[in-house]
């Protein structure tokens, strides 16, 4: 079954820093482009960051634009997003998906093989 699995979640204080992971499982995570997305209790899946297959070209969301950063280690198969100067608006779930071909889009619906996701939760 070809799935990403997402990791790295937790509590964290506003302004606090937390890195997820999105590993590959049934797949090569090399030949891909990744995005990142989250989704918040009654809202949809929104884009926050995407990444091409060589790491060369990334997109944020204007949301997350100066906090987030995305990166990949092709040789360790994994996809990072470090995520700074949280705020309790950045509370959802973070899921990544695969993308063939590298567009620099944050729609959802471009991307697919989402994993279980992983609880991102910024309170005081």
């Known amino acids: 079954q070809l799935q990403l699995v997402e990791s790295g979640g937790g509590l964290v204080q506003p302004g606090g820093s937390l890195r997820l992971s999105c590993t590959a499982s049934?797949?090569?995570?090399?030949?891909?482009?990744i995005g990142w997305f989250r989704q918040a209790p009654g809202k949809e899946r929104e884009g926050v960051s995407c990444?091409?297959?060589?790491?060369?070209?990334?997109n944020y969301a204007d949301s997350v634009k100066g906090r987030f950063t995305i990166s990949r280690d092709n040789a360790k198969k994994v996809v990072y997003l470090e995520m700074d100067s949280l705020k309790p608006e950045d509370t959802a779930v973070y899921y990544c998906?695969?993308?063939?071909?590298?567009?620099?889009?944050?729609?959802?619906?471009?991307?697919?093989?989402w994993g279980q996701g992983t609880q991102v939760t910024v309170s005081s």
């Open positions: 990444i091409s297959s060589s790491g060369f070209a990334t």
């Open positions: 998906g695969k993308d063939l071909y590298y567009s620099g889009s944050l729609s959802a619906k471009r991307y697919d093989s």
């Open positions: 049934g797949f090569v995570l090399d030949y891909y482009a």
